[in-house]
């Protein structure tokens, strides 16, 4: 997606070989314009898989999932990191471990929301390793849903978890996919649109 | 907010005399439609303020924030309910008691993002005794910024939050105010759109 890449290389802080910083436009401050066409690129790339909800998990996910959702016209759940008091019963669960926390969570959708019937989209904002994208992937199992596809606003292709999740057979998308972040520089993958193996 | 009040009487579940679940469409799974018409309302009721940035607190604030944002073509900020590591330096921090989940939490927002010259629109889901809203203000006078007004989805107008903020001469919004939840039943405040004083 060429407004996601350009905004990535004039915005985009590349910290080291493996972090890159897009606080000023998708985990901290958001650009809401962006965001809406994010949402309009994932429905037209899932158009054909029927989707009746949209998974996503708190909290960087949550804009890119709801806007995809609008324009699917789906209810978008975003899974809880842990739980809270007035969401205790009936939950799905399925742990996640952050690298770049450095910590294990716990994370939880309410079962009354994943049935059978559905043909849930994950949406993420970042994919590395595929910690949180299984984790969601764990719970849509779980409820005997089906995975219809995962959107990926920001992949790292550089790391194993695009890998991991496309080994599954499961439509995986990212608007952007990053090769390399040496040097400084961010590298995208060559093809702007993955073929499916 | 005719639809949001139908919405909540059709879909809110009344735990207690002052718990109203709304888990179905506000807090964990989402009416991306609703969600839409709630930014609309935010960006007519405040139109008037040139609002520069919205800002909320993660989780349920950012589905309505960013509507409301993308609404008035303007920026959108959460504020982090912890520090990240990627996100240490440079921040300005607000300590928010919340009741429900009984436990105090650091929120905080990079100061990059905050300027004096900004006109901020603080949103979030609910206002019960203002904890939240009274964080994100006190992350705003920080930064020397102008706290413009601050929107609510869902206020509980029997808990003090709201007239802790309006006593300080700030128009807050509430597009939906509820009077009592006593007996099971949502009772809503009877005008419609409140008169400032």
């Known amino acids: 997606m060429k407004a996601l ?11 080291s070989d493996t972090i890159l910083k897009v606080d000023t436009f998708l985990n901290h ?20 898989k029927e989707i009746t909800k949209v998974l996503t998990i708190e909290s960087s996910g949550i804009a890119p999932a709801i806007m995809a959702a609008l324009q699917l016209e789906v209810p978008m759940i975003f899974a809880r990191k842990r739980k809270s008091l007035t969401l205790q019963d009936g ?5 996640v471990y952050s690298f ?33 994208a299984l984790g969601l992937l764990h719970i849509v199992e779980q409820a005997g849903a089906t995975a219809a596809g995962i959107g ?20 995986v998308e990212s608007l952007a996919r990053i090769e390399s972040l040496q040097d400084g520089k961010v590298q995208f993958v060559k093809e702007t649109r993955r073929v499916e193996v």
């Not at 890449?5 to 910290?15: A, R």
């Open 5 to 15: 890449e350009q905004k990535i290389l004039t915005d985009g802080i590349v910290l």
């Open 29 to 48: 401050q958001m650009d809401p314009l962006l965001m809406k066409q994010i949402g309009e690129e994932f429905a037209a790339r899932f158009q054909h």
């Open 100 to 132: 770049t926390k450095q910590e294990e969570t716990e994370i939880s959708v309410a079962k009354k929301f994943l049935t059978e019937d559905d043909h849930i989209l994950i949406i993420d904002d970042f994919l590395a390793n595929g910690q949180a």
């Open 91 to 95: 939950l799905l669960t399925s742990n």
């Open 152 to 171: 990926i606003v920001i992949e790292k292709a550089f790391q194993d978890g695009g890998e991991r999740l496309r080994e599954r057979g499961i439509q």
